[in-house]
């Protein structure tokens, strides 16, 4: 059936929180969502503009005392009340805000005044509240935004000093999309309880909490300032304007601020009425109304699930981490990052893959924890938590909760408890459908393969011995309906092998073939249940023997709904020990929210401890191939690669403007050897017939193209380069240039270098943490960068070859002559000396004006030298040429003078002196 076309949208949110409300209130949050929702979606069928749906909702919202907007604002440090809104129309790219309201009944409707006026686009504080006099706005007492609930938090929190600020929920947004096409965004909120009297946040600010333009709109809740700082929303539709996604970009611009560890979320709608939330919190509540879905109003649960700063392992294809509402210490979550809308919905392949990953991380968390054992739980989305079972002994011993639970229904978690018995008659009717659906018929297999007098539980029922409800088979796995369990179809799947109850310490052979039959039992469960997807637990501490439970999940059926509510958030109970089940519910927030990135990067470097070295499978080119398809390592340098890529195009066209220069793979005009001072070897080829060379740096070619867009500070190129030489530690045959040139001189250099390493670096440290950490250990070394450029107030420190030789660690392993045995030519600092210079600045440190002699004749003389001095610099980092920069010679005369100097045969580089003649421009490269 083909879909509808969408003539209009809306999505409201009631604001993101950790603190969990109880069962009450979030039903209560949940119908005056729907209620205020189906006001709007007849204004929105009536053909009511996007400005106006959103004015009409949010001041439907501050009216409601549950919200943190309006009646129901968060208490000032001084127990009163300062309120905020911002309004954006995204067709005409209007914008209004007030701030610091004390008085106005609906802060929104003053935003909306401001936006109409237009001579302004925030007005603040007592001058807000006179406008709204002036307009004849509602005015009410400043007691009027005061509720009991809001109250008793400040009294026990902010009044007697447990806190000096906190962050309470309830901030509202919404963004429309009208039948004319048209975005609209707007916010309202009271702000953070405790604040100080004048605080402005980022709900009314346009590209902080809130943006809107003709293709997108944008809408923030959580830490105010954080989301001030980091811009939020500009962020998103930053991200969605490079090509990004709706989903990704959100996600990007959530992952970036996350790493803050305070709780943050984002709704976003495009122009088609794509609707994209993300959250970091405990809670974000939201309603959804469109012409072509049902109506949805949802609390949605984190959906960051960890945090970066938790993460303690990640390659292409899954990232796990400490979760920070963990039900007992050490609780992880592991998220996949395949594009499946469920676990089993993987091939098998992918499934098995995540899985051996899972088991190897389990040990990881095992040795960390002190720990013997430890479960897993999932939902069957991405998510899969692995638990660790403190208290327990290393013999074991069964332990089993003597709570029962069942559902019909999912109730927005599973759990390893056991359910009361199914009566017999039901049991064997879904055992038979599920037999139907999979074409299982008897008589079936009891053959055991183990000990024939074995008397445990499952091997009795392997061989036939015990009444069951069987459902699918293979000549090494069974699985059957356990008469306990907590829903419909609750399925056990055991091998005929007796093996330990312990899945992830069996050996790999029998676990991938365990998880193998999972992957096609749990599909079939799907198929039979006509669910979307199945839980998976492995526990083992009810019978000694191998089992993993499979539980469909049976959610509500949406056809022909007209809305949809989801079920009320629950929270487990922090337990110190095993109590003998497991859930899917998260536990309470984290306590001691630093322990968990330390015990992140502890487990972290455990686990790179045996993963940092490249497979070396180049040594074998037969193999190569193929093992750069399957070995994590290459996958990792992949999206190194593509990051370096793309954050160094962002960092040069859209921070700086510069224009990019396609540039040749092959060159007449070398750039090396070019006499004294060039010390690499160029490759030649013979092609079409002609000889030339294969190019490593295109300088030349970048000199000449600046000179050709005369309207651009700077050009650059990304490109591969060639060296002739033997590699070795400072050099590679195959490698690739990063490399610009720029109007300017050579101190202008390396305060654009400097950025630009800022910039790549943040950038990568942020969105490649675990490819980076695997072959280097950790990423302290960038963090120390960054660090020391911060405190060097922007800066790195510089230093001249002739100041690093007189330091008296430089001993005479430290420098050499620039040509062996010819003190006239100068000298070099050697690697040994590099390292020396590295650790007396404590870190990166700039060579600078080197020998002239000892570098190539196009770097510009430094003034005063006699000739003996080269304008250029090299970036002390770490191993091998990393990064380097010079000035290049204005006039001609001063090109000529150095190919002379550094004895290079004028001719082949005579259009090089005579594009200066043209055009005499200082650049550096």
Known sequence: MTPRPLRWAVVIHGGCTNTLFDPEVQRDIQDNLATILGTVELALKEGVQAKDVVVKTISALEDCPLFNAGKGAAFTLDGGHELEAGLVDGHSGSYGAVSCLTVTKNPILAADAVLYRGNHCMIAGSAADDLSRKLGLEIVPNTYFSTISRRAFWEANIRIGHQRTAWEAGTVGVIALDSHGHIAVGGSTGGISGKDSGRVGDTAVLGAGLFADSKLGVACSGAGDEIFRHLLATKVTSHHSHGLSLEAATHKALSQISLTGKPCAIVAMDKEGMVSIQSTSRLFSTALGSSNQPS???????????????????????????????????????????????????????????????????????????????????????????????????????????????????????????????????????????RAEIGLEEPFNYQFQGEKHDSNLFARLVRGELPQSRIWETDEHVAFLTPFGNTPGFTVLVPRAHLTSDIFSIDDNAYLKLLAAAHTVGRHLISAFHVSRCGMIFE??????????????????????????????????????????????????????????????????????????????????????????????????????????????????????????????????????????????????????????????????????LRIADDSPGVYYISTSFRGEDPDAMHLNQFHHVECELIGDFQKGISVAEKYLVS??????????????????????????????????????????????????????????????????????????????????????????????????????????????????????????????????????????????????????????????????????
């Open 296 to 434: 949805t109003v949802h609390i949605h649960q984190a959906t960051l699930p960890v945090l970066p700063q938790h993460i303690f392992y990640s390659d292409s294809h899954l990232s796990a981490g400490l979760s920070q509402f963990p039900t007992t210490q050490g609780q992880s979550t592991a998220v996949l990052k395949h594009s499946a809308p469920s676990l089993f919905s993987l091939e098998q392949a992918d499934f098995l893959r995540a899985m051996i990953t899972i088991k190897s991380l389990q040990q990881k968390l095992r040795a960390f924890y002190g720990v013997n054992r430890c479960a897993l739980i999932t939902e069957g989305n991405h998510p899969i938590s692995m638990i660790p079972l403190h208290g327990l002994s290393e013999e074991w011993k069964p332990v089993i909760g003597n709570a029962n639970e069942f559902h019909e229904e999912f109730p927005g978690y599973i759990t390893s408890k056991d359910g009361p018995e199914m009566d017999k008659d039901r049991q064997e009717q879904i055992a038979f459908s599920i």
């Open 540 to 705: 083992g501490f009810e019978i000694d023997y191998a089992h993993i439970k499979l539980v469909p999940i049976h959610e509500t059926h949406l056809l022909n709904v007209k809305l949809i509510t989801t079920t009320v958030v629950q929270e487990a109970s922090f337990e110190e020990t095993y109590q003998g089940y497991i859930t899917s519910l998260n536990g309470p927030l984290c306590k001691d929210i630093e322990s968990l990135s330390a015990d992140a990067s502890s487990i972290r470097r455990t686990i790179l401890s045996a993963r940092a070295k490249a497979p070396r499978s180049w040594v074998s080119p037969v193999d190569h191939a193929a093992a750069v398809l399957t070995e994590p390592w290459y996958s990792n340098l992949f999206a190194a690669q593509d990051s370096l890529f793309h954050s160094s195009v962002n960092f040069f066209k859209h921070r700086l403007n510069y224009k990019y220069t396609f540039v040749p793979a092959t060159t007449d005009a070398i750039s090396s050897p070019m006499g004294l001072g060039s010390d690499s070897v160029p490759v030649p080829i013979n092609f079409l017939g002609q000889d030339t060379h294969l190019a490593d740096s295109m300088q030349f070619a970048l000199e000449y193209s």
């Open 760 to 925: 790549v670096i943040s950038a990568m440290t942020r969105d490649l943490c675990g490819p980076i950490q695997m072959p280097a250990g950790s990423i302290d070394h960038l963090d120390a960068f960054l660090e020391l450029h911060r405190s060097n107030s922007g800066k790195l420190p510089q230093i001249t070859v002739e100041e690093a030789l007189s330091l008296p660690q430089m001993d005479h392993t430290c420098w050499k002559h620039a040509v062996q045995g010819d003190p006239k030519h100068g000298h070099c600092i050697t690697r040994a000396g590099e390292v020396k210079l590295i650790e007396h600045f404590g870190g990166a440190v700039w060579l600078t004006e080197m020998d002239h002699l000892s570098v190539p004749f196009y770097q510009a003389y430094v003034e005063g030298s006699l000739d003996k001095k080269a304008r250029c610099a090299d970036l002390l980092l770490g191993n091998g040429e990393v990064l380097g920069l010079g000035e290049r010679h204005v006039h001609a005369s001063d090109v000529l003078r150095a190919l002379d100097q550094h004895k290079v045969p004028t001719e082949p580089y005579t259009w090089y002196s005579e594009m200066r003649e043209t055009k005499p421009i200082q650049t550096t490269g």
